[in-house]
């Protein structure tokens, strides 16, 4: 029914007045008794007003400057909440904006729902050019796990309800959801409107592999000289931390974590061998993965890395059974969640569990000892300008008394030196750039976790990877967020000494050296600092933690001290006609 036949319906008095309600309203009632109430957000044509309304009914609505920061804000919103974040988008250039986000949350397997306004479906159709025409939901479809529209407004409640069901339920991943114009207007009668609504039950049911998988992996374990455990992102996402904890220290296992995965036991534990990962990648016998894919970031579990050629075996839990076998065989699938999994293999390893010989995690022992010690005076250099020790042996620090505070993390150097030097104590307090190693996804990330959370953030950047994200430093000092962007300011990507061989142009990595980032923070009302020294940047972190002020620190980086890709320089194709010049 439209906004005028209902008016007729009431004007003629066959009825009494109705209560109505529409499908701007629809949506909201839809989201909230799901427990959504936080919306990443870019306005417009035809979502501007579903924005206030969502805002005016309470929801907490963050506006961005543009779509990819908002989609990364709800890509890891979901991660951090088992909820799907949620962003919404105008039609067609703000829907692709906020796609490569959705395409990014379902790689990582996290719950993201897109909400994007189209336009008229009869015009976009028959192809008769309506204003931002586009067959949005074509589009989406190949790049999310599930693609759906709604076109009445009766429907919404069980549009949204599958959009949240298919986002979190098995893998998690990303969901499209299509709402033209035309629907938001839409009215019906209000009591019906409420009765059309769905509360999802048990949204991401346990999933238990049976008696026999567990009997297996148990098997292939006892008989594994030397085992190793590795925990990656899908168990941090799991929120069954000590499950997790209980098993790793029941087993004796050591263990190393992922990127994201770092913290969820402390990585301060005895059985954290991160500092001895080349030697457990290559000498261990027998591999647990816990939510962790053997993707390229474990170089498919082979090559000279694990000590090829070998014969390990392998034990995977993983949610989704088409991970198993998927780059190397898996001795031991173990289909199922995390927590009921971990949980069943506890119960039968019993109190007498045989921990692994001291032969091996002292072996281990020795080595974190000694790269440790090795690494320790580079992290006390004072070094003016800073190098990427100096500066993150300060920040390492910091982190160590603020537990609490979360560490976004991006670039190339910038993130693979973080990644070792930084140490988190709790779990889920390390964001960063994923499975695509995406370059500025920190804004959004940044702005999500302070939203989400409310603990202080820190985002410690690349320069490059800032500036695809850096105009959200106004959203971050609108919004007030106790946010300390802390850019590694090195001038270019990876280093800030390339040259055009021809003489004409700056070299294709560089940017103007030193730029003056701060004044960007300063622009919005924010506080900018300039930090040459460790000592100015450890001064200025802890300050801005401290006082939860929004805070840009500009780190001076000596242009020289980077690599080229960081640690992934041999995944660059090499010319070898160049080389011959
Ligand atoms: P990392 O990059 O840290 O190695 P990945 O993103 O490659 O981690 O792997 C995460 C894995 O965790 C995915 O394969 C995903 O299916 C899985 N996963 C996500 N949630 C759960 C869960 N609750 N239980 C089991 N597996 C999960
Ligand atoms: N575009 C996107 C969206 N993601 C990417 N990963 C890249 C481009 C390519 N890229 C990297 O892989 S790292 C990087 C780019 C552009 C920037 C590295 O420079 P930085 O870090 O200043 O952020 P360092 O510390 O100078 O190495
Ligand atoms: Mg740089």
Same mark, same amino acid.
């Given at each position: 029914?439209?906004?005028?036949?209902?008016?007729?319906?009431?004007?003629?008095?066959?009825?009494?007045? %109705?209560?109505?309600?529409?499908?701007?309203?629809?949506?909201?009632?839809?989201?909230?008794?799901?427990?959504?109430?936080?919306?990443?957000?870019?306005?417009?044509?035809?979502?501007?007003?579903?924005?206030?309304?969502?805002?005016?009914?309470?929801?907490?609505?963050?506006?961005?400057?543009?779509?990819?920061?908002?989609?990364?804000?709800?890509?890891?919103? /979901?991660?951090?909440?088992?909820?799907?974040?949620?962003?919404?988008?105008?039609?067609?250039?703000?829907?692709?904006?906020?796609?490569?986000?959705?395409?990014?949350?379902?790689?990582?397997?996290?719950?993201?729902?897109?909400?994007?306004?189209?336009?008229?479906?009869?015009?976009?159709?028959?192809?008769?050019?309506?204003?931002?025409?586009?067959?949005?939901?074509?589009?989406?479809?190949?790049?999310?796990?599930?693609?759906?529209?709604?076109?009445?407004?009766?429907? *919404?409640?069980?549009?949204?309800?599958?959009?949240?069901?298919?986002?979190?339920?098995?893998?998690?991943?990303?969901?499209?959801?299509?709402?033209?114009?035309?629907?938001?207007?839409?009215?019906?009668?209000?009591?019906?409107?409420?009765?059309?609504?769905?509360?999802?039950?048990?949204?991401?049911?346990?999933?238990?592999?049976?008696?026999?998988?567990?009997?297996?992996?148990?098997?292939?374990?006892?008989?594994?000289?030397?085992?190793?455990?590795?925990?990656?992102?899908?168990?941090?996402?799991?929120?069954?931390?000590?499950?997790?904890?209980?098993?790793?220290?029941?087993?004796?296992?050591?263990?190393?974590?992922?990127?994201?995965?770092? /913290?969820?036991?402390?990585?301060?534990?005895?059985?954290?061998?991160?500092?001895?990962?080349?030697?457990?990648?290559?000498?261990?016998?027998?591999?647990?993965?816990?939510?962790?894919?053997?993707?390229?970031?474990?170089?498919?579990?082979?090559?000279? %890395?694990?000590?090829?050629?070998?014969?390990?075996?392998?034990?995977?839990?993983?949610?989704?059974?088409?991970?198993?076998?998927?780059?190397?065989?898996?001795?031991?699938?173990?289909?199922?969640?995390?927590?009921?999994?971990?949980?069943?293999?506890?119960?039968?390893?019993?109190?007498?569990?045989?921990?692994?010989?001291?032969?091996?995690?002292?072996?281990?022992?020795?080595?974190?000892?000694?790269?440790?010690?090795?690494?320790?005076?580079?992290?006390?250099?004072?070094?003016?300008?800073?190098?990427?020790?100096?500066?993150?042996?300060?920040?390492?620090?910091?982190?160590?008394?603020?537990?609490?505070?979360?560490?976004?993390?991006?670039?190339?150097?910038?993130?693979?030196?973080?990644?070792?030097?930084?140490?988190?104590?709790?779990?889920?307090?390390?964001?960063?750039?994923?499975?695509?190693?995406?370059?500025?996804?920190?804004?959004?990330?940044?702005?999500?976790?302070?939203?989400?959370?409310?603990?202080?953030?820190?985002?410690?950047?690349?320069?490059?990877?800032?500036?695809?994200?850096?105009?959200?430093?106004?959203?971050?000092?609108?919004?007030?967020?106790?946010?300390?962007?802390?850019?590694?300011?090195?001038?270019?990507?990876?280093?800030?000494?390339?040259?055009?061989?021809?003489?004409?142009?700056?070299?294709?990595?560089?940017?103007?050296?030193?730029?003056?980032?701060?004044?960007?923070?300063?622009?919005?009302?924010?506080?900018?600092?300039?930090?040459?020294?460790?000592?100015?940047?450890?001064?200025?972190?802890?300050?801005? *933690?401290?006082?939860?002020?929004?805070?840009?620190?500009?780190?001076?980086?000596?242009?020289?001290?980077?690599?080229?890709?960081?640690?992934?320089?041999?995944?660059?194709?090499?010319?070898?006609?160049?080389?011959?010049?």
């Amino acid at each position: 029914m439209t906004i005028s036949e209902s008016a007729e319906k009431m004007a003629d008095g066959a009825q009494e007045p %109705q209560e109505l309600t529409d499908g701007f309203h629809l949506i909201i009632d839809a989201l909230k008794l799901n427990g959504i109430e936080n919306i990443y957000h870019v306005p417009g044509i035809p979502v501007t007003d579903l924005g206030r309304m969502m805002q005016a009914e309470g929801m907490r609505v963050v506006s961005f400057r543009h779509e990819s920061n908002a989609g990364n804000a709800a890509a890891i919103a /979901g991660y951090l909440t088992r909820k799907p974040g949620v962003c919404l988008t105008v039609s067609a250039p703000g829907f692709l904006n906020g796609l490569v986000s959705l395409a990014h949350a379902t790689t990582n397997c996290w719950p993201m729902i897109l909400i994007s306004g189209s336009s008229e479906r009869e015009i976009v159709d028959l192809q008769q050019g309506d204003y931002e025409e586009m067959d949005q939901l074509a589009i989406a479809k190949p790049l999310c796990k599930a693609a759906y529209r709604i076109l009445h407004a009766e429907d *919404i409640g069980l549009g949204v309800a599958r959009a949240i069901r298919s986002a979190v339920s098995g893998r998690p991943g990303g969901v499209y959801l299509d709402v033209p114009a035309s629907l938001l207007g839409q009215v019906m009668d209000a009591a019906e409107g409420a009765k059309s609504l769905i509360k999802v039950v048990e949204p991401a049911p346990a999933q238990l592999p049976g008696p026999a998988a567990i009997d297996r992996a148990l098997d292939v374990l006892k008989g594994a000289k030397k085992p190793l455990i590795i925990l990656g992102k899908g168990a941090s996402y799991a929120q069954a931390d000590d499950v997790v904890r209980n098993f790793v220290e029941t087993s004796g296992i050591p263990y190393i974590a992922m990127s994201m995965a770092k /913290g969820l036991l402390p990585d301060d534990h005895p059985q954290y061998a991160g500092a001895a990962r080349s030697l457990v990648l290559k000498e261990s016998d027998c591999v647990m993965l816990v939510g962790a894919r053997l993707n390229w970031l474990l170089s498919h579990g082979k090559g000279k %890395q694990w000590g090829e050629p070998h014969s390990k075996k392998f034990i995977h839990i993983d949610i989704d059974p088409k991970e198993m076998d998927s780059n190397q065989p898996i001795a031991a699938p173990l289909v199922g969640d995390i927590e009921s999994t971990l949980t069943a293999l506890l119960e039968k390893m019993g109190s007498d569990w045989k921990k692994p010989s001291d032969e091996w995690t002292g072996a281990i022992r020795t080595k974190v000892e000694s790269n440790v010690a090795k690494m320790a005076p580079k992290l006390q250099n004072n070094n003016v300008p800073m190098d990427f020790h100096g500066a993150l042996g300060r920040l390492k620090r910091v982190f160590a008394d603020n537990p609490d505070a979360i560490l976004v993390n991006e670039g190339a150097n910038t993130l693979d030196f973080a990644r070792s030097i930084i140490d988190m104590h709790k779990p889920r307090k390390r964001l960063d750039v994923g499975t695509w190693g995406v370059m500025g996804i920190g804004m959004g990330t940044a702005i999500a976790a302070a939203v989400e959370t409310g603990n202080p953030v820190v985002a410690v950047e690349g320069d490059s990877a800032f500036g695809f994200c850096g105009m959200e430093v106004e959203t971050i000092c609108r919004y007030k967020l106790p946010i300390c962007v802390v850019i590694f300011n090195n001038s270019g990507i990876y280093r800030g000494t390339d040259t055009d061989p021809t003489g004409r142009d700056p070299g294709t990595t560089v940017f103007v050296p030193e730029s003056k980032y701060e004044m960007m923070m300063e622009a919005f009302g924010g506080e900018g600092v300039i930090a040459r020294s460790p000592d100015d940047l450890e001064r200025a972190v802890r300050e801005a *933690i401290e006082n939860r002020k929004p805070t840009l620190v500009n780190a001076i980086i000596d242009p020289q001290a980077g690599t080229e890709s960081g640690r992934i320089g041999n995944l660059n194709p090499q010319s070898v006609v160049s080389k011959k010049k």
